[in-house]
C-alpha cells in the first residue's frame, strides 16, 4: 500500500495533462522518500529545514516552477500549482521554502529586474545555488504594508536604506533579499546581498507553527546600494502585491496538500482503530466528518484547478485568488483540526501529522494576507465599496 493515497473523488486526474501528473508524481515521491523522513528531526528543532534537499528540489524544478528560461522549468501554472499541492502534503514550510523562492524573489527579478539582474539571480536561485528572501512586512505593519517605515534616499549614485523587516522566511540564509522600500511616497524594490555592509539578519525563535521553517528579521542601517540593485521596472505597491498573487496562488493549491494528507492518514487510522466493539471509521460521528473532510477537498480541487487554468488562459483575476486562498486555507484547517480530534492522544505527537499540519495553517492563515484582509479584498471587489 502506498504511503499516501491522494484524494480524488470527482476524478479530476482525467482533466490533467500527462506532464501534470508527472511533475506532480515525481514531487510525490520525493516528499515521501527524501522530506518526510528527514522532517522529524527538523520540526523538534525550532526554525531549521533540511537544506541539504535544495539541490535534489532544484533537479525537479521547483524554484520558479512556472517561469520560462534563465535555467526554469517552464511548467504551466496547473502543474506548478499540484508541485504546491505536493509539497505542502509534506509540511507546510517546504512550500513556503520554494513559494518563496519562485513567487517572492524569482518573481519580481524576472518581471520586474533588468537584464542583468536577471541574469545574475535566476539561473543561481533556480538551481538553488543562491537562496532569496522577500521582505516587505515590518514589525507595526503586516496587513497595512503601504505604512512601512523603511526608506530608501538617493544619496549622489547611490541608494541608501534603513528600516527593520519582520517575519522574513529564509532571511537568514539568503544570498540575495527583495527588500521593499518607500523612496518618498512611492514604493521600490532593492536587491541586497548577504554581506552588504549594514545588513543583517536574526532568527525569530520559539514558533509553535511553521518550525520546518527559518523566519527571521532583516535590520538595515545606512546600507549603500548602487543604482544597479534597484528594480527598475516597477513603482508602488503594485510591486510587491504582484508578487503575492503569485505565491497566494500557490497557497490555494498548497493548503489542499495538507489537508489531503490529514485526510489520508485520519482515514487509515480510523479503519483500524477500535472503539467500542468496532473500527472508529463504522461511528456516525467519524463518517460525517470524514465526509465533510472529503467534501470541501473537493470542492477546494475544483476551485484550484479552474483558477490555475484561468491563469495560463491569462484570465486571471486577484480576487479570484484572494478567494483561493481564504477558502483553501480555511477548510484546510478545519480538516487539521478534525482530523486531530480523531486521531484522540495520538493526534497530539509527531509520529502522526495531523497536529502539525494544524499549527502550521494558523500561520499560513496569517501570512500573504490574513483570512480577514481576503475577505476585505473581496467585499471590494463585490461592492466597489472599501470597507473602513
Ligand atoms: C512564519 C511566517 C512567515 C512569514 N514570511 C514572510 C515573508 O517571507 N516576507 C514578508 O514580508 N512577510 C512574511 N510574513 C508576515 C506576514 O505576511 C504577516 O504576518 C501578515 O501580513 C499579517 O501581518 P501582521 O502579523 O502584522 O498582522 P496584523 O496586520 O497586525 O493583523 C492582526 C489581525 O488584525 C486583522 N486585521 C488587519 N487589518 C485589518 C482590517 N483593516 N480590518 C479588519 N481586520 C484587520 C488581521 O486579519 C489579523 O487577524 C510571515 C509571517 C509568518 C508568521
Redesign the pocket.
Known amino acids: 500500500m502506498p504511503d499516501f493515497d491522494s484524494p480524488d473523488f470527482l476524478l479530476l486526474d482525467d482533466l490533467l495533462a500527462e506532464e501534470e501528473r508527472l511533475a506532480r508524481d515525481a514531487v510525490r515521491d520525493f516528499v515521501s522518500k527524501d522530506f518526510l523522513p528527514l522532517l522529524q528531526e527538523h520540526v523538534r528543532q525550532d526554525g531549521s529545514f533540511p537544506m541539504q534537499l535544495v539541490p535534489r528540489m532544484a533537479e525537479l524544478g521547483l524554484f520558479g516552477a512556472n517561469l520560462h528560461g534563465y535555467g526554469c522549468a517552464g511548467m504551466s501554472n496547473v502543474a506548478y500549482g499540484l508541485v504546491m499541492q505536493e509539497l505542502e502534503r509534506g509540511d507546510s514550510g517546504l512550500r513556503?521554502f520554494a513559494s518563496?523562492q519562485g513567487g517572492?524573489v524569482m518573481y519580481p527579478i524576472y518581471s520586474y529586474g533588468s537584464e542583468a539582474q536577471k541574469e545574475r539571480w535566476l539561473p543561481a536561485l533556480a538551481s538553488g545555488k543562491a537562496i532569496g528572501?522577500?521582505?516587505?512586512?515590518e514589525p507595526?505593519?503586516?496587513?497595512?504594508?503601504t505604512g512601512m517605515r523603511t526608506r530608501a534616499e538617493k544619496k549622489g549614485s547611490r541608494w541608501v536604506l534603513n528600516g527593520t523587516?519582520?517575519?522574513?522566511?529564509?532571511?537568514t540564509v539568503s544570498d540575495v533579499a527583495v527588500v521593499w522600500a518607500k523612496v518618498d511616497d512611492d514604493v521600490r524594490g532593492f536587491l541586497v546581498e548577504r554581506g552588504t555592509k549594514g545588513f543583517e539578519a536574526r532568527d525569530i525563535k520559539g514558533?509553535f507553527?511553521?518550525r520546518a521553517?527559518i523566519?527571521s528579521e532583516l535590520f538595515l542601517s545606512d546600507v549603500e546600494l548602487p543604482e544597479e540593485n534597484l528594480l527598475p521596472g516597477v513603482r508602488g505597491m503594485k510591486g510587491?502585491l504582484s508578487c503575492l498573487t503569485q505565491a497566494r496562488y500557490g497557497i490555494a493549491w498548497g493548503a489542499l496538500g495538507a489537508a489531503m494528507g490529514c485526510y489520508d492518514e485520519v482515514l487509515r487510522y480510523a479503519k483500524e482503530r477500535i472503539v467500542q466493539g468496532g473500527p472508529l471509521a463504522s461511528k456516525q460521528i467519524a463518517q460525517q466528518r470524514l465526509v465533510f473532510m472529503l467534501t470541501e477537498i473537493t470542492k477546494g480541487q475544483l476551485l484550484a484547478l479552474r483558477l490555475g487554468r484561468l491563469k495560463d488562459e491569462g484570465r486571471l483575476h486577484h480576487a479570484m485568488v484572494s478567494m483561493a486562498k481564504m477558502n483553501n486555507v480555511d477548510v484546510a484547517l478545519r480538516i487539521a483540526r478534525e482530523a486531530r480530534d480523531l486521531l484522540g492522544a495520538n493526534g497530539i505527537v509527531d509520529d502522526y501529522s495531523a497536529m502539525r499540519h494544524m499549527v502550521n495553517l494558523e500561520?499560513v492563515r496569517?501570512?500573504?494576507?490574513?483570512?480577514?484582509?481576503h475577505t476585505?479584498i473581496l467585499g471590494e471587489h463585490i461592492t466597489g465599496m472599501r470597507?473602513l
Open positions: 513556503s518563496v517572492l528572501c522577500f521582505g516587505l512586512t507595526d505593519f503586516g496587513s497595512f504594508a523587516k519582520r517575519w522574513i522566511t529564509n532571511g514558533k507553527s511553521l521553517s523566519t510587491p500561520t496569517t501570512y500573504e494576507g490574513t483570512h480577514d484582509i476585505l470597507a
